[in-house]
């Protein structure tokens, strides 16, 4: 089984974010960037399904500038077999850097195309299912179960109210969502082997496209809250407040 | 998911900027670690008295004992300034987590690594590394602390063997170790330059570790009394290396350089506490973080912390390069862990009556820095070393 994680570096979901000069993207300085937390369960899960088969090759695959390696690097520290970093500029739309990883991925002989369901930065949502559609492959999305037996998938999706379950012929692509699995966190034994698996640079130009970022503007400052007393005898006011101003009931 | 923790330490001067990709992702990897599984059980382990067992596992499966010493032996082969991290940020958490760590690494692996045979190598090293066995290390006895030359545990040569007989005391993890490293002396009890160390597995007859109970502090770790009863030992129980009061002070500088990057942990955990505590506290209807007499006390606080991250810093560079002198680590030690105490305490202060509680963290810190000031030497001896190392004239 050869399975390909497409990874995103993504600010740490804590981090104070700052709009940079012109605004359209942000101040990296003293911003701590991560793997997208998605798709960590898209490395968690090609990790596992390895070492269950006890055979086969994980590969990790990024598109960015050079500080994108350090975030590769903390994907073969978990476990991942060898990184492809694709060198060049990503475009804010999603088909060209969706063109950019199938161009990659195709031809590789993968069984499985892994993504986090999308990227915290942005919200595109788009990749994956941009890749399944150009590699003519089945996809699924947002999966929390996965499981292969006899070159067939079974996955699980939460939908409304339940939860779906498909099936479908490998080689296909997935997005993965919280519930998958819970990732692994890079061992020290495995920080330091990082540096010694294979690592391919190649550089891809990626297209404009269609899509430009216009303005970055963070939300609105959250106004004050309001205490309107205390005990039961601020019910009546609360009560009140909650239809008429704030209009909930 | 790792990296969306809430603690994100303290880094004024940029830190970070001095440290390797690798030196990042092995503090980043502890970090996420202590907070998944340390922070949710520790009060309640503090409160109970018990050290966590069940971390164990997880701690040897990311590579947290002995994780400066080489890979053959199955441990993470990191630099000295790495295992430093690893112990800021376990100490972050307690310092009793990070007392055992040490203890394993420092106490227990370095020796044998040092003063084993390959043999002895060989068998315990990969054992320690994956938690299979615990060790611990006895040098101090009750009445013998700060002047360990003094003991009077003795390891008498027999015709097939070693015959031990001694009481050890102060001995962290000493109840559940599966093996101890025992210093006794082979010689006269006047004679230090006969003491050696000898590999102790706690399965021996006529050994016995129990708890020392009532402790006010480290209460998440556990702390012994050894009793060594006519133990018998083989031949080559020795650690063939080991010569004199020499071998358990190059332990202990190992283990101080750790604790040096302890203290650093502690004091960023009570600063952060009472950082946000100062921003969410209304008193007077504003912020106590408003007030110019909080104010002073974080100013305080972060000044000596990033002034002690220097410190570990440049000693962890200069141990690396092997430059790392007793005298140096001894000041790290001595005046990281002092400012610990100082911080823990503030931190305590700003955080009023709340501060007293488990559920904030400063006072459990507070509690446990105070062993950890008079452990691995005092606070005062480590003055008097430092007084030697100025002077030429040891006044101990």
Not at chain 1, 189 to 213: E, L
Not at chain 2, 314 to 327: E, M, V
Request: with cysteine.
């Amino acid at each position: 089984m050869k399975i390909a994680v497409c990874l995103r570096r993504t600010p740490d979901t804590t981090a104070k974010i700052v709009i940079a000069a012109g605004g359209t993207s942000i101040d990296e300085t003293g911003v701590k960037f991560v793997p997208n937390p998605y798709d960590e369960y898209a490395i968690e899960a090609a990790i596992a399904l390895k070492e269950k088969a006890g055979a086969g090759e994980t590969v990790v695959v990024a598109l960015g500038a050079d500080s994108v390696q350090e975030t590769l690097r903390t994907a073969l520290a978990m476990g991942i077999d060898r990184a492809v970093h694709l060198q060049g500029n990503a475009s804010a739309d999603g088909l060209e850097n969706a063109r950019a990883l199938a161009d990659h991925v195709r031809g590789g002989g993968y069984d499985l195309v892994l993504f986090g369901k999308l990227a915290v930065d942005d919200y595109g949502q788009q990749t994956g299912a941009m890749v399944a559609e150009l590699l003519e492959l089945p996809c699924a999305t947002a999966i929390t179960m996965l499981e292969i037996a006899d070159g067939r998938a079974t996955v699980e999706r939460e939908v409304e109210g339940g939860v779906e379950q498909a099936t479908c012929a490998l080689p296909a692509v997935f997005t993965c969502d919280k519930g998958l699995n819970n990732p692994r966190l890079p061992s020290l034994k495995g920080i330091m082997a990082a540096r010694k698996k294979p690592f391919d640079i190649a550089p891809v130009t990626v297209a404009a496209g269609a899509v430009t970022v216009a303005s970055l503007v963070l939300p609105p400052e959250r106004a004050a809250g309001r205490i309107v007393g205390e005990g039961a005898a601020a019910v009546p006011a609360l009560m009140q407040l909650l239809v008429s101003d704030a209009k909930v009931i | 998911m790792a990296g969306s923790a809430e603690y994100t330490g303290v880094d004024f001067y940029d830190m970070d900027g001095l440290l390797s990709e690798e030196e990042r992702a092995v503090r980043d990897t502890v970090r996420a670690w202590v907070d998944e599984h340390l922070m949710p059980v520790i009060g309640e382990c503090y409160i109970e008295g018990k050290f966590p067992k069940q971390l164990i596992p997880g701690m040897a499966e990311l590579g947290l004992f002995g994780a400066n010493l080489p890979e053959e032996y199955g441990c993470a082969g990191l630099n000295n300034v790495a295992y430093g991290l690893i112990m800021q940020e376990l100490e972050r958490g307690d310092s009793g987590i990070r007392s055992f760590a040490s203890v394993q690494g420092a106490l227990v692996m370095y020796p044998i690594f040092s003063f084993g045979s390959d043999q002895q190598k060989k068998h315990w090293l990969p054992r320690l590394a994956s938690g299979q066995e615990i060790g611990c290390f006895g040098l101090t006895e009750p009445d013998f602390g700060s002047n360990p030359s003094g003991m009077i545990t003795t390891a008498r040569e027999t015709a097939d063997g070693w015959l031990l007989n001694g009481v050890k005391m102060w001995i962290t993890n000493g109840s559940q170790a599966t093996v101890a490293i025992i210093w006794a002396k082979t010689g006269d009890v006047n004679d230090a330059s006969s003491i050696r160390g000898f590999i102790v597995p706690a399965s021996t007859p006529g050994y016995t570790g129990k708890d020392q109970k009532g402790k006010l502090s480290l209460r998440a770790s556990d702390t012994s009394e050894i009793h060594l009863a006519d133990v018998r030992l083989p031949k080559d129980a020795i650690l063939p290396k080991s010569a004199g009061i020499k071998s358990p002070l190059m332990c202990l500088t190992q283990a101080r350089y750790g604790i040096a990057w302890g203290g650093v942990g502690a004091a960023m955990a009570c600063y952060d506490e009472a950082r946000r505590y100062a921003l969410n506290r209304i008193m007077f209807g504003k912020p106590i973080g408003q007030t110019q007499i909080q104010q002073e006390r974080l100013a305080d606080m972060l000044t000596e912390i990033t002034k002690a991250q220097l410190l570990a810093l440049q000693l962890g560079r200069l141990k690396d390069q092997g430059k790392a002198t007793p005298a140096r680590v001894s000041l790290a030690k001595r005046n990281n862990v002092s400012m610990a105490c100082d911080i823990a305490r503030e931190a305590r202060r700003l955080l009023g009556a709340n501060g007293i509680l488990i559920e904030y963290h400063s006072m459990r810190h507070l509690a446990n820095l105070e062993s950890v000031y008079t452990y691995e030497g005092t606070h005062d001896m480590h003055s008097l070393i430092l007084g030697q190392e100025i002077t030429g004239l040891a006044a101990y």
